[in-house]
Nanobody, 126 residues
Framework: QVQLVESGGGLVQPGGSLRLSCAAS????????MGWFRQAPGKAREFVAA????????YYTESVKGRFTLSKDNTRNTIYLQMNNLKPEDSGVYYC???????????????????WGQGTQVTVSS
């Protein structure tokens, strides 16, 4: 089992920045993929970004490209989501997720991910 602990959410004004962190409880193997989904009230959980532990290849949903950057720290088993130029529509609960067998074509499908964190709230409002 892999436990994921998120941190870094909060309230920020439009145009502001936040950095989310997600630490895995165990050393992640090279097969792992880690990422973030988000869920706004009354809406489905949607893919935001993901990173391959081996090679560091990243994937983003179209609406965050150029504003969000996902990175990893191998020594800390941690990923970081740097979110810049935040918009009100970025608001929601952000969930960290991980999986050991995910294929690229399934990255955007929440049902294909095995492990989930508890979520951290991000609110973008003036």
């Amino acid at each position: 089992q892999v436990q994921l602990v998120e941190s870094g959410g909060g309230l920020v004004q439009p145009g502001g920045s936040l950095r989310l962190s997600c630490a895995a409880s165990t050393r992640t193997s090279s097969r792992f993929t880690m990422g973030w989904f988000r869920q706004a009230p009354g809406k489905a959980r949607e893919f935001v970004a993901a990173i391959r532990w081996s090679g560091g290849q990243t994937y983003y949903t179209e609406s965050v490209k150029g504003r969000f950057t996902l990175s990893k720290d191998n020594t800390r088993n941690t990923i970081y989501l740097q979110m810049n130029n935040l918009k009100p529509e970025d608001s929601g609960v952000y969930y960290c997720t991980a999986d050991g067998t995910l294929i690229v074509s399934s990255i955007g499908n929440k049902d294909q991910w095995d492990y989930w964190g508890q979520g951290t709230q991000v609110t973008v409002s003036s």
